[in-house]
Nanobody, 126 residues
Framework: QVQLVETGGGSVRPGGSLRLSCSAS????????MGWFRQSPGKEREFVAAIWWTRGNVRYADSVRGRFTISEDNAKNTVDLQMNFLNPRDTAVYYCAASMGSLSNTYASEYRYDYWGQGTQVTVSS
């Protein structure tokens, strides 16, 4: 079992920044890939970013590449998502997810992740 807790959500004006953090506990030694997803009202959950635990390889959705940065701190068992140049389309509930085992080209599929956090709201509005 792995427990995930997200923190750092909130409200920000367009062009602003937020930093989300996901703290993992439990069987963290078995984590292969960590991901961030988001879901807006009336929409399906969508992939945002992924990082391969202890290897540091990263992938991003086209919609956030160049604005968001995913990073990990293995000593603290945390994965952060730095979000810059936010716009209203980034408004969503953001979820942290963990896969037991390293994902290959399926990292963007929510169905490949085994554990999820409760989510944290990000609202971008003027």
């Amino acid at each position: 079992q792995v427990q995930l807790v997200e923190t750092g959500g909130g409200s920000v004006r367009p062009g602003g920044s937020l930093r989300l953090s996901c703290s993992a506990s439990g069987r963290t030694g078995s984590i292969g890939t960590m991901g961030w997803f988001r879901q807006s009202p009336g929409k399906e959950r969508e992939f945002v970013a992924a990082i391969w635990w202890t290897r540091g390889n990263v992938r991003y959705a086209d919609s956030v590449r160049g604005r968001f940065t995913i990073s990990e701190d293995n000593a603290k068992n945390t994965v952060d998502l730095q979000m810059n140049f936010l716009n209203p389309r980034d408004t969503a509930v953001y979820y942290c997810a963990a896969s037991m085992g390293s994902l290959s080209n399926t990292y963007a599929s929510e169905y490949r992740y085994d554990y999820w956090g409760q989510g944290t709201q990000v609202t971008v509005s003027s």
